[in-house]
């Protein structure tokens, strides 16, 4: 047969590729042309769902990138050793690589990507970035005429879920974990989802296509939503809000340094991230001239993200099929520099803040005369509630940048009426 794949992992993308490749009536008729040669497991004896000729499954995957036949390496297996060397050995042994690996590729890309020029090959990684939502090809592709100014996406399935499960039903954290790792939605170890990693490394990957430039991970402002509690969600959902995990990048307009973030963000109902639910991701792209532009789909599980793969995949077989010498520059990635990434407290931003304090007369005075001192203006101020005998003030802010509010909080904690200040979020 025609083209032949290395498959490196069997699990929920690995099986929906196979799933995929193997029912290929009414798709693409290039995908005939493709043959699933070797797939490589941890272990033969688990049931796969998928059935596949006993010499095709092998343990051995350091055979599979260093197998002549192969000629196309597909690396579903996560993390980052042996991914990394594997594709690194697959590239020297001249095949190309698709990979839904965003651990990997955000921070071994360099390396990644300058083997695969020295060799001329491709590094195909639609799925590494909003599952089946193609973003990474538009990026690269249709979108690469413009100036990117941002992009803000919602781009963890696992999180979204969770978040919109807490909202919608009162639900509580680790029992709506359990469920998205149930779904195939969560990584092997879902702290990289829930502490916002996830959403870091793709974000990471997102900035260095729109922007033109790598990005150090180390560089990404990242907070997850382990604090995010159903007050805040409560309290968000009175002043006309949602919370999302939002991962942003954006280009400062008076420096050559971006922004680029990963934290819980209050987003206003009537803005279009606000309605994207469960696993759905989306990305929202400005640039000039295009203006908006919105990505939309299931951003995780394995038939949306085994779309994406194969996808590469057939990108892949078509270029073999019509190859010339030269690589197409469109589907290469050859910028060199980094980024200047400028830190957090360089951003402007308005602020959620909730306070837990004495219900003392002149509380609300302390607040805004503390603000003020440090040119925090503020939008909003409520005090609802009342807990354990301390009551709970809101407030919101005007932008501000984000040093400023940092110091302003520092100097309120010492106030001899503040007892704790349980939430800190952005608000978009
Ligand atoms: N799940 C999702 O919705 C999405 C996942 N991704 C990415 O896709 C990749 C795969 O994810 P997913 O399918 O969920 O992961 P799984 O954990 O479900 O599957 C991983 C597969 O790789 C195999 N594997 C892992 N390590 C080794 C090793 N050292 N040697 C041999 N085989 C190994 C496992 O073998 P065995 O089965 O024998 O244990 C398993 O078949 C990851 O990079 C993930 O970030 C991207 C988008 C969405
Ligand atoms: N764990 C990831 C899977 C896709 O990248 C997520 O939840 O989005
Ligand atoms: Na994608």
Redesign the pocket.
């Known amino acids: 047969m025609g083209v032949k794949l290395g498959i490196?992992?069997?699990?929920?993308?690995?099986t929906g590729t196979v799933q995929l490749l193997q029912d290929v009536a009414g798709r693409n008729p290039l995908l005939q042309q493709i043959e699933i040669y070797r797939v490589?497991?941890?272990?033969l004896d688990?049931n796969r769902g998928v059935e596949l000729p006993a010499e095709v499954l092998t343990?051995d995957?350091a055979a599979i990138v260093n197998d002549p036949a192969v000629d196309i390496v597909v690396e579903?297996?996560?993390?980052l050793e042996?991914a990394r060397s594997l594709i690194i050995t697959a590239l020297k042994n001249g095949k190309h690589v698709v990979t839904?690996?965003?651990?990997a590729i955000a921070r071994f890309g360099a390396e990644i990507f300058t083997t695969a020029n020295q060799a001329g090959l491709y590094v195909m990684l639609e799925?590494?970035v909003g599952?089946g939502i193609p973003v990474i090809q538009p990026l690269k592709q249709s979108l690469s005429v413009n100036r990117i100014h941002t992009v803000t996406g919602i781009v963890n399935?696992t999180t979204n879920y969770i978040l919109t499960r807490m909202q919608r039903e009162g639900s509580n954290f680790s029992d709506v974990l359990a469920d998205a790792q149930t779904l195939?939605?969560a990584?092997?170890d879902p702290t990289a989802d829930v502490d916002g990693l996830d959403a870091a490394d793709k974000i990471a990957i997102l900035a260095s296509l729109g922007f033109g430039g790598r990005i150090n991970l180390e560089d990404v402002y990242c907070e997850g939503i382990r604090q995010v509690s159903k007050t805040d969600i409560t309290y968000a959902e009175k002043l006309g809000f949602v919370i999302k995990l939002l991962a942003i990048a954006k280009q400062y307009t008076d420096s050559s340094s971006l922004s680029v973030r990963v934290h819980p963000t209050l987003v206003p109902k009537a803005h279009p991230l606000a309605s994207i639910n469960d696993v759905y991701n989306a990305i929202l792209i400005e640039g000039e001239p295009i203006g908006q532009v919105m990505f939309f789909g299931p951003g995780?599980?394995?038939g949306a993200?085994a779309s994406a793969v194969t996808s590469d995949i057939l990108n892949l077989v078509a270029l073999l099929q019509t190859s010339t010498a030269k690589p197409n520059p469109l589907l290469t990635c050859r910028h060199q520099h980094y980024s200047p990434v400028a830190p957090i407290t360089e951003l402007v931003t308005r602020f959620y803040a909730r306070f837990l304090t004495k219900d003392q007369p002149g509380v609300i005075g302390n607040l805004g005369t503390c603000f003020g001192k440090y040119g925090v203006s503020l939008e909003s101020v409520v005090q609802t509630g009342f807990q354990k005998g301390l009551a709970e003030i809101v407030v919101v802010s005007h932008d501000v940048r984000e040093g400023d509010f940092r110091q302003a909080l520092a100097e309120i904690q010492t106030l001899e009426a503040i007892d704790s200040i349980p939430s800190l979020l952005r608000v978009l």
């Open positions: 490196l992992g069997l699990g929920t993308v690995g490589g497991v941890r272990t688990k343990t995957l579903l297996m996560g993390g042996p839904a690996n965003k651990a799925a590494a599952g399935g195939g939605y990584e092997a995780a599980g394995a993200t």
